[in-house]
């Protein structure tokens, strides 16, 4: 049987811009690519063409010696946000379509479509009448304006539970009502032209349903993880107090509640301490930049700024802390730093909504607290910290991360099923 | 030279206020050619001035005072040579005549210069309330500084404002005369080929008081009269000019000639300046025929540019016809909607755009093919039909080839496939179905039917309020015949083409929809209505300014003389004058509490948010149910991060709003609306919440149950409270003498002490003077109870109905201590009148759970002889009719109370009674007999007949007072004979449907 001819598409090299999502596409490009069965092209948007890449991007990424790899050059300024597609109608897309007659996939599976378009969806289908179409869910950009966060842009960060065109226009007073419709009315119309779409999460394939894609076009699939080795752990006596945090320091993270908490802690007298690993405050609104330097300050008892890290270094990293803390206020989908703290055996003290929630059973895997509230957090942490027993009773329960052998297992399940229905719709 | 100008050389000719604090000043004087600046001066600060040298003996110059109680005092004329004068400067007492008066000295190159530089031509002031202040002012200036004021000393003005080609020969003139000399024996519009019109003859003729005032002050009793004009010409001169020349026993003048505007759309608009204000009805149906030329020639112009993109499909049976007109970005949404919809495959697409959307819409068009795959075309109708949507319809009809032709308007898209079919099915198998249509969905959620507005309700809908005099109507789920249609329309490309058309001779595309429908109607065909085909409505957002008040009062007479008379209230919406658009806008709001998915379970509610306004703060946040308003508060509650947010707004620090309010008197599941309210009266949404509230229970088992007379004013109440009174088991007290509403007070008592911030006083009392208690003043708009939330929902749970407990005990006691007065020992209601009151009367229904309620009626034109008798009986107008000037308009008032009354029998008809006054008077025993059945009381022949004795001789005592007929049975139909012609007509207009609803004829 010849091998399925998948081409990724994904919004940015994890080379050029390291990110959830992009790693864990390139991760499944690479992974197809050990594959016999598979011939992946992996084609990812750039903000610049190949040739202006620094020599360690040219190094993970050579477009001109690499043929499964495709940089594809566009302008984030020639981006219309709002309704998500180039604002020249047709000049990009044809680009993409050229690529698509020239690699001739089976499957066209997009990972995301930010700077590139939800119209490339209908382009792939005009161009490759036969050819399956998969489209991975990664957040609720479709759905919401706001950076897909779905949480209001009002005075709080106020988690939003449904859109509506009315409600979103109070997050936009500058976009009308019906300017929101039109925008839910063309995206749905792109999207609708995917044979399959896959969620990370049982959270996120509902809030789709609520929102309009037919349910029974959605499977739910976790990201697959490459295996890790944890280093051995550390024969340790008494209580675990050490507390982790992994990811970018941005006011969705919920860093700030995290520090807060440790405020709370050290107010208590409690031996927790923290960890702090993460990136890109220095990009974060200023107000929100020194609200994290009042807090490190604060918090220089029992909170250490580690700063950025690289995957490489997780497990070294992992094994200095106990327990990862995942204090997000935003929904998230499914949060890769869930699936690395299991693999390292670290239970997850987490926010209790959306992915986070669905992915750690409390009181089994991990603990949540009531997202949004350090004294809630403070509390768990105390309790954590406080019960030696505990951090064994829930690491216990911790299975290993999902297998990306097994993930593409299925995902090739669900690109054959894809295939063969549309060799019956398609003559 | 300039040095041997002195002061003494130079006159001031006027200084005149031309409002807003523009002043305008002219000097003359031999030498002032060597001007090079001049400054008004105000108290020895200089003005920042405008002057221009006309001529070589004139200088006019332009300033803004701070304000108009600032004097002038001199004027600083400074010479190229470095020398310079000052002018002295006359108090802005002038009149405009005057400084008209100075103009016209001039020659006419001068005065030509002159009025150019006051009307038209000044460069940018620095000041933009200066340039804001110099429009107004030049609007003014532009009607009446025309070039052809007359010499001085002439007795006699002839202007010609604008002349309008309006095509096939016709054309529109509009201007003015003035003759001091008495009447004109002659005014003529004379033709470029020099042929004449007899305006005296032909012209609508109306009064022009603005100018008038102009000319009134030093020029006698000359009468000013415009007028308008459509003359049409055999032949069709595209060049030269036209004049007016006025002839009196004296002498004669003329206009300056005027070129004709050729500019469609201009033309347009320079005729709907007749439409402006209160046009005379001559005046208004000469510039309705105008207009509807100009509408008519931009709607057949030939010669469009057709651009096609992909493969027509052959042989298409369906054209689809967008008229997308100026906006090119609809076209996208419109090919996603269609893309997916394999119905569409086979259809022939055009998008009719403006040249200038074309620009824009046609480089993008190959790409948008080649994303979407459908074939489409983009038709470019002639510059001159504008964005006309009959040019863009007319166009696209004559490119289409398909059998049948669907209409569809830029703003509008199918909410979901099979749309088209249903159109097609509808039409094909209905024969009489010449045009058909859907529905209009819009993006709040409302849905929009032959023209009317309708809330969902299922698969039924009720009128919405802007509609509310209609009767309750039901949305069909099957295809039913339609006054009318809207959005996208079907017809089969014969009715279009050869026995419709579209005319074009509405403005707004709607009302022309409409205006097809009815011509359709006119000549024995039918619209017809697939209610299941949706189509959304994103209007608002491509068209946020309508087509103004001129071009709504246009389409509503033009529509007026098509529309049948009996069904003139059915006319839509868009096309009535509505309210002026919005000055401001929320840049940023939130209603933060409660949640939209919070289910209310106490009886109150706080609604915490923020509402920004650009230019002005929001002076209140008003929350209102169904148009009541529950309760209002200040916004300004500080938001530091709206601040930080909107750092170029400042006030957005304090943007923010907390308002506890009670929710007693709304039904159990409610909805609300929080808006913000501007210091101008406008308002505009914050927002919506829903709710379901607790029922108000109370400990109290009252004696008596209440009986409620729900009624307007005149209505017979009076008697039927006398009749009611003399019932063994009933009580009233003095209903004669007094209209006693204990019930009423108390309930209002209940409501006003279950106020939040009434009730918060208790505990955190704002001491202020007068009766603080009721909280109406408190500052501080909440509490801080965290921790005691017991206590909390003591205060707006039991705490209240304590109170409702108390307030049904003092209504029983009082009702009891009556019945005792009255030695009745079996009574069981006590009686009360009241008028419709949303709020307490659903509260009193919800603490009675056993209440009874009588509406009486009566014939809405009877109440108004009665209502109006009565005044003039006691020699002031009163139950309304002193809120209005005239007699026709009191018939709007008392729509609006019984509408209230309507709106109160709809909701609570159940359980309870219709009685209409007529019967009343005409079988009073039969009527009552029925009453007191309703009521579960002794109701024989012989009860009734003695309550009916009793009730006659207690009139006896006080009815001289509240009569206002003859006798009784006079009173029914009075209005027959009591309302002139015009009263009734007016009767009719504003109460047709509400006297069908009651069982009363509209004729």
């Known amino acids: 049987m010849d091998p399925t001819r998948v081409l990724i598409v994904c919004h940015n090299h994890p080379a050029i811009r390291p990110g959830g999502a992009e790693a864990y596409a390139f991760e499944l490009h690479k992974a197809f690519m050990r594959s016999a069965d598979f011939e992946p092209v992996f084609l990812a948007r750039s903000a610049v063409d190949g040739a202006f890449l620094s020599p360690h991007e040219r190094h993970l990424i050579d477009p001109h010696t690499d043929p499964t790899q495709v940089l594809f050059p566009t302008s984030p300024r020639s981006f219309d946000h709002f309704l998500g597609q180039a604002r020249r109608r047709g000049l990009t897309a044809a680009r993409f379509a050229k690529i698509l007659n020239e690699e001739r996939p089976d499957v066209v599976h997009f990972q995301h479509t930010q700077w590139l378009g939800y119209d490339f969806v209908r382009v792939a289908r005009q161009t490759l009448p036969n050819a399956a179409i998969v489209y991975t869910l990664q957040e609720f950009l479709p759905i919401c304006h706001h950076n897909g966060q779905m949480v209001r842009t009002l005075e709080e960060f106020e988690l939003c539970e449904e859109e509506s065109p009315l409600r979103c226009h109070e997050c936009f007073p500058q976009f009308t009502p019906e300017q929101f419709l039109l925008r839910k009315r063309l995206i749905q119309s792109h999207l609708a032209h995917a044979d399959l779409f896959i969620t990370p999460s049982e959270f996120l394939r509902d809030r789709y349903a609520a929102w309009g894609l037919p349910p029974d076009k959605i499977v739910v699939e976790d990201y697959g993880r490459l295996p890790v080795q944890p280093l051995p752990e550390a024969r340790r006596a008494g209580a675990r ?27 208590r007298k409690s031996p927790a301490t923290l960890r702090v690993h993460g990136a890109n405050l220095e990009i974060q609104w200023p107000a929100f930049q020194a609200r994290i330097h009042e807090l490190l300050d604060a918090t220089r008892a029992n909170v250490t700024n580690v700063g950025r890290y690289s995957h490489e270094q997780l497990p070294a990293l992992m094994s200095q802390v106990d327990w990862v803390v ?97 060799a019956v719709v398609a003559p | 030279m300039s040095s041997l100008v002195s002061a003494a050389d130079v006159a001031t000719l006027a200084a005149v206020d031309l409002g807003d604090s523009v002043v305008a000043a002219a000097f003359s004087g031999a030498g002032l050619e060597g001007c090079s600046n001049v400054t008004l001066k105000s108290d020895g600060r200089e003005l920042e001035t405008r002057w221009r040298l006309v001529g070589d003996s004139l200088v006019l110059a332009t300033a803004r005072r701070v304000g108009p109680a600032e004097r002038l005092g001199e004027t600083l004329i400074t010479f190229a040579d470095g020398t310079a004068l000052t002018a002295p400067l006359a108090d802005v007492d002038s009149e405009p005549a005057d400084l008209l008066r100075a103009l016209l000295e001039l020659p006419p190159d001068s005065r030509r210069a002159a009025l150019h530089f006051l009307a038209w031509g000044a460069p940018r002031h620095s000041d933009a309330a200066f340039d804001a202040a110099m429009a107004s002012a030049r609007t003014v200036l532009r009607d009446h500084l025309q070039l052809s004021l007359g010499k001085r000393g002439e007795r006699r003005s002839a202007v010609l404002n604008s002349v309008v080609a309006c095509g096939g020969g016709a054309f529109y003139l509009r201007g003015w005369i003035r003759d001091e000399a008495g ?146 970005s609809v076209v996208e949404h419109h090919l996603a909607a269609y893309g997916s919809d394999p119905e569409l495959r086979a259809v022939e697409l055009a998008f009719v755009v403006t040249s200038t959307a074309a620009e824009t819409l046609l480089p993008d068009a190959p790409g948008l093919h080649e994303i979407y795959g459908i074939p489409f075309c983009v038709i470019v109708p002639p510059e001159e039909s504008a964005a006309s949507f009959a040019a863009a319809a007319n166009a696209g009809i004559r490119a289409s080839g398909g059998r049948v032709v669907v209409l569809a308007p830029g703003d509008m898209i199918p909410a979901a496939s099979g749309w088209l079919g249903r159109l097609i099915e509808t039409h094909d198998a209905h024969p009489e179905a010449a045009i058909v249509g859907g529905t209009v969905v819009r993006a709040d959620g409302t849905v929009a039917s032959a023209g009317v507005s309708f809330a969902r309700e299922g698969n039924s ?127 940023s709001k939130h209603l933060r509490e409660p949640s939209e998915t919070e289910a209310v379970g106490g009886h109150g509610m706080t609604v915490v948010g923020h509402a920004l306004a650009a230019g002005r703060p929001v002076d209140a946040v008003v929350v209102r149910y169904d148009g009541v308003e529950l309760a209002r508060t200040s916004c300004d509650a500080t938001t530091p991060r709206v601040a930080d947010a909107h750092p170029e707004v400042e006030h957005a620090g304090r943007s923010g709003f907390v308002l506890p309010f009670s929710l007693l008197g709304l039904p159990e599941q ?24 607790t029922t108000l229970q109370t400990d109290y088992d009252p004696h008596l149950r209440p009986l409620f007379v729900t009624t307007l004013g005149r209505t017979g109440s009076s008697w039927l409270m006398l009749l009611l009174a003399q019932h063994p088991e009933l009580v009233a007290y003095l209903p004669f003498r007094l209209e006693p509403r204990v019930a009423s007070y108390w309930l209002a008592v209940t409501r006003a002490l279950a106020e939040p911030r009434s009730y918060l006083q208790a505990i955190d009392p704002e001491l202020w003077a007068g009766p603080w208690w009721l909280g109406n003043n408190r500052m501080r708009r909440n509490v801080a109870m965290k921790g005691e939330r017991h206590i909390a929902d003591w205060l707006g749970g039991r705490n209240i109905e304590a109170i409702a407990s108390f307030a049904q005990r003092q209504i029983d006691s009082f009702y009891t201590e009556v019945e005792n007065s009255k030695g009745k020992t079996t009574a069981r209601f006590f009686v009360e009148k009241r008028f419709p009151d949303a709020i307490n009367d659903r509260l009193a229904r919800e603490i009675y759970g056993n209440a009874k309620e009588i509406f009486l009626v009566r014939d809405l034109r009877d109440v108004a002889c009665s209502s109006l008798s009565f005044g003039a009986k006691r020699g002031a107008a009163s139950f309304g009719r002193e809120l209005v000037e005239s007699d026709e308009e009191y018939f709007d008032v008392l729509r609006s109370y019984a509408l209230a009354l309507r709106n109160a029998w709809r909701e609570r008809q159940e359980g309870s009674l219709l009685l209409r006054y007529e019967d009343l008077i005409e079988s009073p025993e039969s009527e009552m007999a029925r009453v007191f059945t309703y009521l579960g009381i002794e109701a024989g022949d012989v009860a009734t007949s003695e309550v009916i004795a009793a009730a006659k001789l207690a009139e006896r005592e006080g009815q001289e007072g509240h009569r206002t007929a003859a006798s009784p049975a006079a009173s029914v139909g009075r209005w027959r004979h009591d309302l002139s012609d015009d009263l009734k007509r007016a009767a009719r207009d504003a109460l047709a449907d509400l006297l069908d609803e009651f069982g009363y004829p509209s004729t």
């Open chain 2, 670 to 693: 409610f909805e609300i609306q929080i808006e913000a309210e501007m210091e101008s009266g406008e308002v505009l949404p914050i927002g919506t919440r829903r709710g379901t509230r």
């Open chain 2, 461 to 587: 809908a009720v009128a919405l309020p802007n509609d509310a005099g209609s009767p309750r109507r039901t949305l069909f789920p099957a295809p039913h015949p339609v006054d009318a249609v809207s959005g996208y329309v079907l017809a089969s490309a014969a009715t279009l083409a050869a026995v419709v058309g579209l005319s074009g001779s509405c403005i707004d595309d709607r009302a022309e929809l409409f205006a097809v429908c009815l011509r359709l109607t006119a000549s024995g065909k039918q619209c017809w209505c697939a209610p299941a085909a949706e189509f959304y409505d994103f209007r608002a957002h491509t068209t946020p300014v309508g087509i103004g008040e001129a071009g709504e009062r246009y389409d509503a007479l033009v529509l007026g003389r098509l529309v049948p008379e009996t069904s003139k209230r059915a006319l839509p919406a868009k096309v009535k004058p509505g309210p002026a658009p919005s000055k401001f806008t929320l840049l």
């Open chain 2, 183 to 328: 009447k004109p024996t002659s005014v003529k519009a004379v033709t470029p080929h020099g042929g004449t019109v007899d305006l005296l003859g032909e012209a609508a003729w109306e009064d022009r008081p603005v100018v008038a005032a102009y000319f009134g002050d030093g020029h006698g009793s000359a009468e000013v009269r415009g007028f308008c004009c459509l003359v049409h010409l055999p032949a069709d001169p595209t060049r030269g000019e036209w004049l007016i020349e006025l002839h009196d026993a004296e002498g004669a003048t003329e206009s300056v000639p005027l070129e004709p505007t050729h500019d469609l759309e201009a033309a347009r608009e320079s005729i709907l300046q007749s439409l402006v204000g209160s046009p005379t009805p001559a005046v208004a149906e000469m510039a309705v025929a105008a207009i509807e030329r100009v509408q008519t020639a931009a709607a057949r112009p030939r010669g469009e540019r057709i651009h096609g993109f992909g493969k027509r499909p052959t042989n298409a049976a369906v054209s689809l016809v967008v008229a997308a007109g100026s906006d090119p």
């Open chain 1, 241 to 267: 107090t050490r507390i982790g945090f992994f990811g970018q320091i941005t006011a969705y993270k919920g860093v700030d509640i995290l520090l807060e908490a440790m405020v709370h802690l050290s107010e």
């Open chain 1, 326 to 422: 995942v204090p997000s206020i935003w929904w998230e989908n499914s949060p890769l730093v869930i699936q690395e703290a299991f693999s390292h055996g670290r239970p997850v003290i987490c926010s209790d909504i959306g992915g986070m929630a669905e992915k750690v059973e409390d009181g089994v895997t991990g603990l949540h607290f009531r997202a949004s509230d350090p004294k809630a957090l403070a509390d768990v942490i105390e309790t954590a910290v406080g019960d030696p027993s505990l951090w064994a009773e829930l690491r216990s329960h911790i299975s290993p991360a999902y297998p990306m052998d097994e993930h593409v297992a299925r995902i090739s399940e669900l690109y054959r099923e894809v295939l063969a229905r549309r």
